[in-house]
């Protein structure tokens, strides 16, 4: 059974920082290229950041460049979201998926609320 587990979401004051963790059972972590995605209340999931299976290549959207680092840990399965100089409209429900090229399978986590706010 494939679990995707988020954790390390809160209350952030503006400026400050927090680190998403995002651990993986029940598949081969490394044959999967992980990914973290938002939604905000009344708006659509977007892409957050993403990163290849070996950890070779990321990917970031415009609003987090800079801010954001995503990193993982194959031996601990786990996938990490560091965020620093959060912002208000970073608020969000932050989810965790994994997507396998060849199988073309795809795996959501349940999400971690991550709140900026004074």
């Known amino acids: 059974q494939v679990q995707i587990v988020e954790s390390g979401g809160g209350l952030v004051q503006p400026g400050g920082s927090l680190r998403l963790s995002c651990s993986v059972s029940?598949?081969?972590?490394?044959?999967?290229?992980m990914a973290w995605y938002r939604q905000a209340p009344g708006k659509e999931r977007e892409l957050v950041a993403s990163?290849?299976?070996?950890?070779?290549?990321?990917n970031y959207a415009d609003s987090v460049k800079g801010r954001f680092t995503i990193s993982r840990d194959n031996a601990k399965n786990t996938v990490y979201l560091q965020m620093n100089s959060l912002k208000p409209e970073d608020t969000a429900v932050y989810y965790c998926?994994?997507?396998?090229?060849?199988?073309?399978?795809?795996?959501w986590g349940q999400g971690a609320q991550v709140t900026v706010s004074s």
């Open positions: 029940g598949l081969t972590f490394s044959n999967y290229a």
């Open positions: 990163i290849t299976t070996a950890g070779g290549r990321t």
């Open positions: 998926k994994g997507h396998n090229a060849y199988t073309r399978y795809e795996y």
